[in-house]
């Protein structure tokens, strides 16, 4: 079956520091990924789409990897701040491409 | 504007009951979404829409129903409503498939009490 996994632990920071969050998956045949934010209470999110020619993408802080021989994305959140605080997703569409699946999400905590 | 909207944002009723959950988006896209989020905040995906033809049902239990009057519209209605349908329920569009970015309302926190 198709799974999408992410750390589901809690990942706790210093500001100022880089924080890294992986999403791994099976049994898909991904062009894309993408990463979503989601906040206590609210809808998710989107911030970044890769696709699968593209080893890397960067959007201000937020940079984004895409291995398709591991099956790994990496999100990194660099120069990290307390508002960077919430939920990270990681979205495959399944390969039918009408259905966009979600991993469950790593928990991100930047303290001062 | 709000570009995808649900009503209500919190429904709390009594097991047995038959409630409706509303979704509007006034992006022009083709593809609607309803996720249900537990407790365990996974977010899980129940219904594709696409240009108002059901695409994707993944196993829901049919007293949650559908139902699409145009593309811009994606209601969702269950009945003889259980205490095991407690989640938050998110309506989402894009623009076709998946394709690109998906655009989420709100969310609607349904309690069962």
């Known amino acids: 079956s198709q799974k999408i996994e992410q750390n589901s632990e809690a990942l706790n920071i210093q500001e100022g520091k880089t924080a890294t969050l992986t999403c791994n998956y099976t049994?898909?045949?991904?062009?894309?990924l993408q990463w979503y934010r989601q906040d206590p209470g609210r809808g998710p999110v989107f911030l970044l789409l890769i696709r699968e020619n593209e080893k890397e993408k960067r959007k201000e802080r937020l940079k984004v990897t895409f291995d398709t021989t591991l099956k790994q994305s990496l999100f990194h959140i660099t120069a990290s701040q307390p508002a960077d605080s919430a939920t990270y997703l990681c979205?495959?569409?399944?390969?039918?491409?009408?259905?966009?699946?979600f991993g469950k999400g790593t928990s991100l905590l930047v303290t001062p | 504007d709000t570009a995808v909207s649900q009503t209500p944002k919190y429904l709390v009723t009594q097991m047995g009951n038959d409630k409706s959950i509303k979704c509007e988006q006034n992006?022009?896209?083709?593809?609607m979404y309803w996720y249900k989020q537990d407790s365990k905040k996974f977010l899980k995906i129940m219904f594709s829409?696409?240009?108002?033809?059901?695409?994707i049902n993944e196993t829901v239990p049919n007293r949650f129903s559908p139902k699409s009057p145009d593309k811009a519209h994606l209601n969702l209605h269950i009945n003889s409503l259980e205490l095991g349908d407690s989640a938050v329920y998110f309506c989402a569009s894009c623009p076709g498939q998946g394709t690109t970015e998906a655009f989420f309302g709100q969310g609607t926190r349904l309690t069962v009490v």
């Open positions: 979205a495959l569409a399944s390969n039918s491409g009408y259905a966009l699946n």
């Open positions: 992006l022009g896209h083709d593809t």
């Open positions: 829409y696409n240009n108002k033809e059901l695409i």
């Open positions: 049994n898909y045949s991904p062009a894309y």
